[in-house]
């Protein structure tokens, strides 16, 4: 399998050589600061781009807009708790980008439920090489 080892992310470090199953960490994240993640969120709407497939079915499970996966990724930052970075690739062969993880506990009004619950959402991204695109690769609730 060819690898399009292309880093579309802000963060200077070299893809991994190898295509696999499993995760490839990277230390001494988080990788972005909170201010330029916020900054991109808070700008507009075209700069966060939803840039997997599996990230783009899970938003739709979750029936968000674009607007409502910011908040929520603007609550993970500064909210919730820095998990990990790692390199993710938007198909199986890349291009890669280096990603922090973050965990967000969330109470939410359940209609059916009558009350509030918790819920845990796990969220994945990058910042783009230029800067200018925030690219979301995970956003779900945890399992």
Same mark, same amino acid.
């Given at each position: 399998m060819v690898n399009n080892m292309m880093n579309v992310s802000a #963060?200077? /470090?070299s893809p991994p050589n190898e295509v696999g199953d499993r995760r490839i960490y990277i230390s001494g994240g988080p990788l972005y600061p909170i201010e330029d993640i916020v900054a991109l969120l808070d700008a507009d709407e075209r700069h966060t781009i939803l840039w997997t497939r599996q990230c783009k079915s899970h @938003? !739709? !499970?979750?029936a968000y807009e674009i607007g409502d996966v910011q908040q =929520? +990724? $603007? !609550?993970? @930052?500064? !909210? /919730?708790?820095?998990?990990n970075s790692e390199w993710c690739a938007q198909k199986p062969t890349g291009p890669w980008a280096a990603c922090d993880g973050y965990r967000l506990l969330r109470d939410e009004w359940v209609d059916h439920a009558h009350k509030e619950m918790r819920f845990? #959402?796990?969220? $994945?991204?990058? +910042?783009? $090489?230029? /800067? $200018?695109?925030?690219?979301? @690769? %995970?956003?779900? =609730? %945890?399992?």
């Open positions: #963060y200077n /470090g @938003v !739709q !499970q979750l =929520l +990724i $603007k !609550q993970a @930052v500064t !909210q /919730g708790r820095y998990l845990e #959402y796990y969220v $994945k991204f990058a +910042i783009g $090489k230029t /800067g $200018k695109l925030l690219l979301l @690769v %995970s956003c779900h =609730l %945890s399992h």
